[in-house]
């Protein structure tokens, strides 16, 4: 069955370091891959989406990489600051030109000041 | 402002009750989602609609329903059917299909009495 995996222990990192996060997955040939920021209580946000064909994106202080040989995708936040510490999900889409999108549980990301 | 709004934030079922939750957008977006979220876990698909009077069901449709009767509007019903129902629901649009950036509203709280 299709599967994305997410690292599920929270990432703890200094503030001004590189975040680096993880998602893996099986089972699934993804047109695009996109990323997510959400708080405690609220909606997911949309962040970056980077297609098949592309190797890396870059939006500021973010970064996304997809390798679809390896099936994973890192998503990097440069310079993190306290303001960046929320869960991040990964989701697939646009297989087979189907509406449907596949989400990860989403890591939870600390930056500590 | 454009966005999808949510509504009631809370809402408490009884046993055998059914309830619904309310979503609206006025993005002029063709597609809309349900999705459910338990703590931990990724974005789980109930129903999606691609067109006006028409949608599918997705990865956990059972014991719920929904219609699209109005561009703007797709309210999913929980039925008594569903044993499980405390959990937060996320509804979401996209201007169509594929490599579509999804909005998010802000989420339902559902809690069993």
């Known amino acids: 069955s299709q599967k994305i995996e997410q690292n599920s222990e929270a990432l703890n990192i200094q503030e001004g370091k590189t975040a680096t996060l993880t998602c893996n997955y099986t089972n699934y040939s993804p047109a695009y891959l996109q990323w997510y920021r959400q708080d405690p209580g609220r909606g997911p946000v949309f962040l970056l989406l980077i297609r098949e064909n592309e190797k890396e994106k870059r939006k500021e202080r973010l970064k996304v990489t997809f390798d679809t040989t390896l099936k994973q995708s890192l998503f990097h936040i440069t310079a993190s600051q306290p303001a960046d510490s929320a869960t991040y999900l990964c989701a697939l889409g646009g297989a087979s030109g189907t509406y449907k999108y596949i989400f990860g549980t989403g890591t939870r990301l600390k930056v500590l000041a | 402002d454009g966005g999808i709004t949510q509504s009631p934030k809370y809402l408490f079922r009884k046993e055998g009750q059914n309830v619904t939750l309310s979503c609206e957008q006025n993005?002029?977006?063709?597609?809309m989602y349900w999705y459910r979220q338990d703590p931990g876990q990724g974005l789980r698909l109930i129903y999606y609609?691609?067109?006006?009077?028409?949608?599918q069901k997705g990865d956990i449709a059972e014991g719920y329903s929904v219609s699209r009767e109005k561009k703007e509007s797709f309210p999913l019903t929980v039925t008594s059917a569903q044993k499980n129902p405390t959990a937060f629901y996320l509804c979401?649009?996209?201007?169509?299909?594929?490599?579509?950036?999804?909005?998010f509203g802000p989420g339902t709280r559902l809690l069993v009495l």
């Open positions: 609609s691609q067109i006006v009077n028409d949608f």
């Open positions: 979401a649009s996209t201007l169509g299909g594929g490599a579509e950036t999804q909005y």
């Open positions: 993005l002029n977006h063709d597609a």
